[in-house]
């Protein structure tokens, strides 16, 4: 059962998201802020993660930046979802190395389709 590190700030999202990915089978932690996403990357090093990209202490932009100073963190795929939805924000988290951009709000099957993608190319690479 694959492992996605859920971090969001907003309690709400978070939680109905966690529940969401587990009812359709992985196995989810959650973390409230990049920071706290970071601490617990290395108690569990997960199969994937989701973040949001504007939070307190440390933003998605800012974890996916920390996690490339890191060589066997750099290799975690990361999915940015978030409301922002300039294309600033889109080029500059594909540029530093997120796999995939969601806005939200979407469709959870929309985050569900990219989460698949992303774990079926981490197997076949």
């Not at 997960?46 to 933003?59: A, K, S, T, Y």
């Amino acid at each position: 059962m694959p492992t996605i590190l859920l971090i969001e700030d907003d309690c709400t999202i978070r939680e109905n998201t966690a529940e969401f990915l587990e009812l359709e089978g992985y196995r989810t932690i959650t973390a409230v802020n990049g920071k706290d996403g970071f601490d617990k990357i290395f108690r569990h090093i997960p199969d994937l993660i989701v973040c949001d990209l504007l939070m307190p202490e440390m933003g998605g932009l800012q974890l996916l930046a920390k996690l490339g100073n890191y060589k066997s963190l750099k290799t975690i795929p990361l999915i940015i979802y978030s409301a922002k939805n300039e294309k600033r924000d889109i080029k500059n988290s594909l540029e530093l190395g997120a796999y995939d951009y969601i806005v939200k709000p979407s469709d959870l099957e929309d985050l569900l389709v990219s989460i698949r993608r992303c774990l079926q190319s981490k197997l076949i690479s």
